[in-house]
């Protein structure tokens, strides 16, 4: 059974940052790709960031892109994501996730299992 553990949410002021830990375990985490995304109050989920298996490529979406930065050490079955310059507009409660199979996309639907999420508030 996959597992997936957020921490590193919490209260900043615009501008400030903060970095999200996600912790895998129940299969060989090398072996799939691993994703950010987010849902704010009266949102729907929405897209952030996704690394490849073996961390060489990743993606962002466009409100994100300069500012955040996913990485993953598969040593230690963990992905981070390190966000800097944020916004009121950030504000979310903030999901780790990962694709059922090694083939995978940018949708939320793409992915197949969730972590309990981690909330993430910017102050004006």
């Known amino acids: 059974q996959v597992q997936l553990v957020e921490s590193g949410g919490g209260l900043v002021q615009a501008g400030g940052s903060l970095r999200l830990s996600c912790t895998a375990s129940?299969?060989?985490?090398?072996?799939?790709?691993m994703g950010w995304l987010r849902q704010a109050p009266g949102k729907e989920r929405e897209f952030v960031a996704a690394i490849s298996r073996s961390g060489g490529s990743t993606y962002y979406a466009d409100s994100v892109n300069g500012r955040f930065t996913i990485s993953r050490d598969n040593a230690k079955n963990t992905v981070y994501l390190q966000m800097n310059s944020l916004k009121p507009e950030d504000t979310a409660v903030y999901y780790c996730?990962?694709?059922?199979?090694?083939?995978?996309?940018?949708?939320?639907?793409?992915?197949?299992?969730w972590g309990q999420g981690t909330q993430v508030t910017v102050s004006s």
């Open positions: 996730a990962t694709p059922r199979t090694v083939v995978f996309g940018t949708s939320p639907d793409d992915f197949g299992y």
């Open positions: 129940g299969r060989t985490f090398s072996s799939y790709a």
